[in-house]
């Protein structure tokens, strides 16, 4: 079994993010340009992917009041900007982000996914796992 690569593990992350958004009802944006309007809690890298969440039921919404997150190959362990809005993987989200990688990766239980989605904070420790296990 071959490790998980970063940028595969950005990439599953990018498209379960979109597409877990998506059957929220928002509408998610990913960009390469990062927002003018958000401080971040370190500076991104230049290979950063930025996710904007529009609406939620409110075609009004604007950029000030969207959800920002970032995927940033070079820091894993930030996700989300600084404030109220910030984009965050809840405890559910760790655990399909984790049965998604898994299916693609190294097929894993639903005993060991419930463990490892209940004790990792971060992309980091999510690549850190699976590279453990290959090892």
Known sequence: ??????EELVRLTGTYICSRCT???YIPQVSK???YNRVF??????KAIYIKLFGHGNSLINTVHAKWGIIDPENLK?????GDDNLCL??????LLLQQISNTIEPLSH???????SSIH????????????IE
């Open 1 to 6: 079994m071959q490790k998980l690569s970063i």
């Open 23 to 25: 059957e929220l009802g």
């Open 33 to 35: 340009t990062p927002p």
């Open 41 to 46: 809690l370190e500076t991104p890298s230049h």
């Open 78 to 82: 930030t996700l989300g900007s600084l």
């Open 90 to 95: 809840t405890a559910m989200d760790k655990y």
């Open 111 to 117: 005993k060991e996914i419930s463990q490892c989605s």
């Open 122 to 133: 971060n992309l980091q420790e999510i690549l850190d796992h699976f590279n453990k296990l």
